[in-house]
């Protein structure tokens, strides 16, 4: 079974992702603690792990390319480390972009979600980091089959999607997502085309969220004025 997947993201007012573009904060309000709620709130959801997309995670990791060969590792079933009882990092790189140099981000074991057409050697790259790894397919798509995978092999019930636009409207997509949580800064961006919380890339037309609710689970507004949105994503009703 697949584990409980809660997107929870902070953005300003108008939903962009950098915080280095709002707005600054009003006269007496610490923007310190404004930043530290994040890391609160997502320790309220005593999540087994988080889970981002192949650019952050790039920019996370420590590692560098090498050649290590390619013994051993034709097979494309899950791989795992050892996990030592840590938390996971997961990675969705479909190909093998990423490189860690160790087994973990931040102290939490990675895990690599990665399509069935990586090269070999790059698997045994990751086992010679103590990365685990798993599949999402031949094109690394399935994110469906990849959580359940993740579930399974590592026995997590809950995860926080903490991807970018791309990332979380796939998720969205797949209808994958059990629960929104949005930390809204007291800030706006403005310009149009800065990266939001979903940006699934789809056809003309398409729409990510069709066949989903969202229904109100609760508002807390917290110290500085940031509000806590949470919505339960359900089926939405027939019609």
């Known amino acids: 079974m697949r584990p409980r997947i809660i997107c929870h993201m902070v953005s300003s007012v108008d939903g962009r992702l950098h915080p280095?573009?709002?707005?600054?904060?009003?006269?007496?309000?610490?923007?310190?603690?404004?930043?530290?709620?994040?890391?609160?709130?997502?320790?309220?959801?005593?999540?087994?792990?988080?889970?981002?997309?192949?650019?952050?995670?790039?920019?996370?990791a420590k590692g560098s390319a090498r050649d290590v060969g390619s013994a051993?590792?034709?097979?494309?079933?899950?791989?795992?480390?050892?996990?030592k009882d840590r938390d996971l990092a997961v990675a969705i790189d479909p190909h093998g972009k990423v490189h860690y140099g160790q087994d973990n981000v931040l102290g939490d074991h990675v895990v690599a979600v990665?399509?069935?057409?990586?090269?070999?050697?790059?698997?045994?790259?990751?086992?010679e980091d103590g990365v685990s790894y798993l599949f999402a397919g031949p094109d690394g798509r399935d994110l469906g089959r990849a959580m359940e995978a993740l579930g399974e092999t590592f026995g997590i019930e809950t995860i926080l999607l903490e991807g970018g636009a791309g990332i979380n409207g796939a998720f969205l997509k797949a209808g994958?997502?059990?629960?929104?949580?949005?930390?809204?800064?007291?800030?706006?961006?403005?310009?149009?085309?800065?990266?939001?919380?979903?940006?699934?890339?789809?056809?003309?037309?398409?729409?990510?969220?069709?066949?989903?609710?969202l229904r109100h689970v609760s508002t807390e507004t917290l110290e500085g004025g940031l509000v806590w949105l949470r919505y339960q994503v359900e089926d939405a009703p027939a019609t």
């Not at 609160?40 to 988080?50: D, N």
């Open 20 to 60: 280095s573009r709002y707005t600054v904060p009003a006269a007496g309000v610490d923007g310190a603690r404004l930043r530290r709620h994040y890391d609160e709130v997502s320790a309220r959801f005593e999540a087994q792990g988080w889970m981002i997309g192949r650019v952050t995670m790039q920019e996370m």
């Open 72 to 83: 051993g590792v034709a097979s494309r079933e899950p791989f795992v480390g050892d996990r």
């Open 114 to 127: 990665l399509s069935e057409g990586v090269p070999d050697a790059y698997l045994a790259e990751l086992r």
């Open 176 to 213: 994958l997502i059990d629960e929104i949580s949005v930390l809204i800064q007291p800030a706006v961006d403005g310009l149009a085309g800065v990266e939001s919380i979903f940006g699934y890339q789809g056809e003309p037309g398409e729409r990510p969220g069709a066949g989903q609710s």
